[in-house]
């Protein structure tokens, strides 16, 4: 029976990397994410179902005896322990279920890593996963060369609009996974002695990888400010190259062919390589642009922090209360530093209120996310991972094709943390470095480099009775996880409902029954990102009633005041499930702010308490001073509007928005000339914006404007 677990379990992982860089969904019920993260998590609750009957059969569990695992056990406790002492306790630990830097998806990852070590120690599955692979990138490679000569509208499935759109997430991580492509053909060909059919295919593989690495402009390395000063991803494939050549030449030097079974030789293709990344890191963007073009890829570029405001905001963390210094704020809460200490230079770019959940890499954030003490955790697993696999390399071994599966999956191990370390790719990456790191631990085990040590509990009944209620606990706490992901997969499903219904909504019937599914999803997660959509849905509504002139105002009057109030109390829960959410303060303000023209009462001093809190949560935001200054405008204070807007401008002098209403209040006030200033000041700014210059032609012919503070801010201004 172990035998059949064994080979069921590793089929399950084979399976598993040919179905995630590949699968996608066409619906609009699931996410991307999800459609990645639902199968990885399947294949890990069923495999370490099998694995709990397998040690229950043996009697007995082999731990592994080394510090690397130590390491690989430190860092997701950290991550339990940072979501516990977070801000926002639940999405730190869960969140919305699809989201990469959880403590449920880091501890299905190392989970993850060290059942592929337990079940995939035979050379026969690692070869199968690595054909695998290989049958994966092909099918992509040839996918995005049809796409790349056809146009964008070929095989799209109504998903992929884009010529960089890919199954496996941003172009990004297809030139990621191009290098792992690369590094596994170079081994292959340059280790082993294979056949004409297996020899071209490698080759193939060789050619496609570089042609995807060409073809985008993927910046690796960003130093300093700039960045134009960068690197591109074929400076690391430059690296790993001219490692693999010297090491291949070094081993095989001053050897006869009997001895290692392939002789003195020059490794052709790796020089190829290197030569190949030498080429386009020297030529840099100018090569790779005209690579680019001439595909029709067009501009890869991403929205992404530089070194120094990561590195600035690690700083920051470290000086922090102690809690924080030592355990972050909590995973997936990098945004909510980003916030509180955000640079004010920022605020004149088009980023200014981009709400960026990750520094420049990964682990990089981690210092932010799970603090000094996860960043330590993660840097010991690193450097262990690069002590094992150096000393593997240079041990005695006969075998060459063990000495092959041993130098593929370290290298490609170490290709692929070194992309974590300096950018955050998507979940599909994620998930191929722990496959191929728990395939590189499985051939050190293998190899009997890494050691285990053997408890046996069926010899004892004290042992058995602790050894049975460990093994029923673990599997209790294993359905509590699936459960919990499952009620968030399912609430992710009726919020694609929801938007379903509201892209076909005609009537205020309509999207009250696009709520229903909303609400439901609430029901299962209660995620403060449900309840600020309910309210500003419910705050559409209000609108719509507003501006409704043909319903008797009686009628009018009711519906007013139900659907107002099921906004402000949407707005207020919002609060409630994330009180140190700088959105859930903004949604509370603007539903709460839109009673005070009507001359509700008590409406302007909650809404600008709101507006302040919210200041405290984003202080260098010039959004909250504008907000505020439109309270203000609207409550009839134009002078303190103005100082607001002043306050604006200060933090952000291109703001058009509070230029346009800075225009708006001074028309109203019969300061036509300095009105018609400042919205050519705006229009300046935003050329393509007719409803400025709309203004501006209606000041120039009428004496005197109403004051409007309708203004509605706009990210790109």
Same mark, same amino acid.
């Given at each position: 029976m172990e035998k059949k677990i064994n080979t069921i379990a590793s089929y399950i992982f084979i399976s598993l990397i040919f179905i995630i860089p590949l699968v996608f969904s066409v619906s609009a019920l699931i996410s991307f994410q999800f459609s990645k993260i639902i199968p990885f998590f399947i294949a890990i609750f069923v495999v370490a179902f099998l694995y709990i009957i397998f040690i229950f059969n043996e009697?007995?569990?082999?731990?592994?005896?080394?510090?690397?695992f130590a390491a690989s056990a430190f860092v997701p406790l950290m991550y339990f322990v940072s979501a516990i002492t977070s801000t926002n306790t639940t999405g730190s630990l869960l969140g919305t279920g699809a989201e990469l830097a959880t403590a449920s998806t880091i501890g299905g990852l190392f989970i993850f890593m060290y059942l592929v070590s337990f079940f995939m120690r035979s050379k026969?599955?690692?070869?199968?996963?690595y054909l695998t692979f290989a049958a994966v990138?092909?099918?992509?490679?040839?996918?995005?060369?049809?796409?790349?000569?056809?146009?964008?509208?070929?095989?799209?499935?109504g998903v992929f609009n884009s010529i960089i759109s890919n199954t496996l997430g941003s172009f990004t991580d297809l030139a990621i996974f191009s290098g792992v492509a690369l590094i596994l053909s170079l081994t292959s060909i340059e280790f082993l002695r294979i056949g004409k059919t297996i020899r071209f295919i490698s080759y193939l593989v060789l050619g496609l990888s570089l042609v995807v690495l060409a073809a985008t402009n993927f910046p690796l390395f960003?130093?300093?400010?700039?960045?134009?000063?960068?690197?591109?991803?074929?400076?690391? =494939?430059?690296?790993?190259?001219?490692?693999?050549?010297?090491?291949?030449?070094?081993?095989?030097?001053?050897?006869?062919?009997?001895?290692?079974?392939?002789? *003195?030789?020059?490794?052709?293709?790796?020089?190829?390589?290197?030569?190949?990344?030498?080429?386009?890191?020297?030529?840099?963007?100018?090569?790779?642009?005209?690579?680019?073009?001439?595909?029709?890829?067009?501009?890869?570029s991403e929205a992404r922090l530089l070194w120094t405001p990561t590195y600035n905001l690690s700083v920051a963390t470290l000086k922090d209360l102690p809690l924080r210094t030592f355990v972050g704020y909590g995973p997936e809460q990098f945004s909510y530093k980003w916030m509180l200490s955000k640079p004010v230079d920022i605020n004149n770019s088009v980023?200014?209120?981009?709400?960026?959940?990750?520094?420049?890499?990964?682990?990089?954030?981690?210092?932010?996310?799970?603090?000094?003490?996860?960043?330590?955790?993660?840097?010991?697993?690193?450097?262990?991972?690069?002590?094992?696999?150096?000393?593997?390399? /240079?041990?005695?071994?006969?075998?060459?094709?063990?000495?092959?599966?041993?130098?593929?999956?370290?290298?490609?191990?170490?290709?692929?943390?070194?992309?974590?370390?300096?950018?955050?790719?998507?979940?599909?990456?994620?998930?191929?470095?722990? /496959?191929?790191?728990?395939?590189?631990?499985?051939?050190?085990? *293998?190899?009997?480099?890494?050691?285990?040590?053997?408890?046996?509990?069926?010899?004892?009944?004290?042992?058995?009775?602790? /050894?049975?209620?460990?093994?029923i606990l673990t599997l209790l706490l294993l359905l509590l996880w699936g459960y919990k992901l499952g009620e968030r997969f399912v609430a992710s499903t009726y919020v694609g409902k929801t938007n379903i219904a509201l892209s076909r909504a005609q009537s205020m019937e309509d999207v009250e029954k696009a709520k229903v599914f909303l609400i439901s999803a609430r029901s299962l997660a209660n995620q403060g990102l449900y309840s600020q959509a309910l309210a500003l849905i419910t705050l559409s509504q209000v609108n719509t009633i507003l501006n409704d002139n043909k319903t008797p105002?009686?009628?009018?009057?009711?519906?007013f005041q139900s659907t107002y109030q099921s906004a402000v109390s949407y707005a207020q829960n919002t609060i409630v499930n994330n009180p140190n959410s700088f959105d859930a303060y903004i949604t509370y303000g603007n539903v709460l702010g839109t009673a005070v023209p009507l001359g509700f009462e008590g409406y302007y001093e909650e809404a600008k308490n709101a507006y302040a809190e919210a200041g405290?949560?984003?202080?260098?935001?010039?959004?909250?001073? /504008?907000? =505020?200054?439109?309270?203000?405008?609207?409550?009839?204070?134009?002078?303190?509007?103005?100082?607001?807007?002043?306050?604006a401008l200060t933090l952000k002098s291109n703001y058009v928005d509070a230029i346009v209403l800075l225009g708006r209040i001074q028309a109203g006030e019969g300061k036509k000339d300095d009105a018609i200033v400042s919205l050519t000041v705006a229009l300046s700014i935003n050329p393509e914006n007719q409803n400025i210059q709309t203004?501006?032609?209606?000041?120039?012919?009428?004496k005197t404007v109403t004051p409007s503070a309708t203004s509605t801010p706009s990210k790109d201004n």
């Open positions: 009697g007995k569990i082999a731990i592994p005896w080394h510090w690397f026969g599955k690692t070869l199968v996963s990138f092909v099918l992509i490679s040839l996918f995005h060369t049809l796409r790349f000569i056809l146009g964008a509208d070929f095989l799209s499935f960003i130093f300093g400010v700039d960045p134009k000063s960068s690197l591109s991803l074929f400076t690391l =494939i430059g690296i790993f190259a001219l490692i693999f050549f010297v090491y291949f030449v070094s081993s095989t030097y001053g050897t006869k062919e009997k001895e290692t079974g392939l002789g *003195r030789r020059i490794p052709y293709a790796s020089l190829v390589v290197l030569v190949i990344s030498l080429l386009f890191t020297l030529g840099g963007s100018t090569l790779q642009n005209a690579v680019s073009s001439f595909l029709k890829v067009g501009q890869t980023l200014w209120n981009t709400p960026f959940s990750q520094g420049t890499g990964f682990i990089v954030s981690t210092i932010v996310t799970v603090g000094i003490l996860g960043f330590l955790g993660w840097l010991a697993f690193l450097l262990l991972i690069l002590w094992l696999g150096i000393r593997a390399l /240079f041990a005695k071994n006969k075998d060459p094709f063990s000495q092959y599966i041993l130098a593929s999956s370290f290298l490609v191990s170490v290709y692929l943390w070194i992309t974590l370390v300096v950018y955050a790719p998507n979940i599909t990456t994620f998930i191929i470095t722990f /496959f191929f790191t728990g395939l590189f631990l499985a051939s050190l085990f *293998r190899e009997k480099l890494l050691e285990e040590k053997v408890v046996v509990f069926d010899k004892s009944k004290g042992k058995s009775f602790v /050894f049975i209620l460990g093994l105002d009686e009628t009018l009057r009711q519906q405290k949560l984003n202080p260098k935001s010039p959004l909250v001073p /504008f907000l =505020i200054a439109k309270l203000e405008a609207d409550n009839k204070n134009m002078d303190e509007a103005k100082n607001k807007i002043g306050e203004m501006i032609d209606s000041l120039k012919n009428i």
